[in-house]
Nanobody
Framework: QVQLVESGGGLVQPGGSLRLSCAAS????????TAWYRQAEGKKRELLAT???????DYADSVKGRFTISRDNAKNTVYLQMNSLKAEDTAFYHC???????????????WGRGTQVTVSS
């Protein structure tokens, strides 16, 4: 059974930094693209950053230059380094990965349960 687990959220002051982790576990044959999303209270879910298996990245304008997505293939983990955090970054952060399990020939979307990030003084 494949699972995604996010960690690293918490309370941080404006201007501070956090690093989120998205760890995949289980019988994994291959991980394709992974993305980070967030959803603030009363707002739509927002795509923040994506990283492909080859390491190509893309960012939403709202986080470009402040957030960095990276991956450690040996650990099946994708990171989101968040710097210069603002109050408007407060949200619930999720990761999503396209994963092919060992007993499958197809890639499926997997979601983690998410982690809360609160930026406040």
């Amino acid at each position: 059974q494949v699972q995604l687990v996010e960690s690293g959220g918490g309370l941080v002051q404006p201007g501070g930094s956090l690093r989120l982790s998205c760890a995949a576990s289980g019988s994994i044959a291959s991980i394709s693209q992974t993305a980070w999303y967030r959803q603030a209270e009363g707002k739509k879910r927002e795509l923040l950053a994506t990283i492909t298996s080859a390491g190509s990245t893309d960012y939403a304008d709202s986080v470009k230059g402040r957030f960095t997505i990276s991956r450690d293939n040996a650990k099946n983990t994708v990171y989101l380094q968040m710097n210069s955090l603002k109050a408007e970054d407060t949200a619930f952060y999720h990761c999503n990965s396209l994963i092919r399990a060992e007993d499958s020939t197809d890639y499926r979307n997997y979601w983690g349960r998410g982690t809360q990030v609160t930026v406040s003084s």
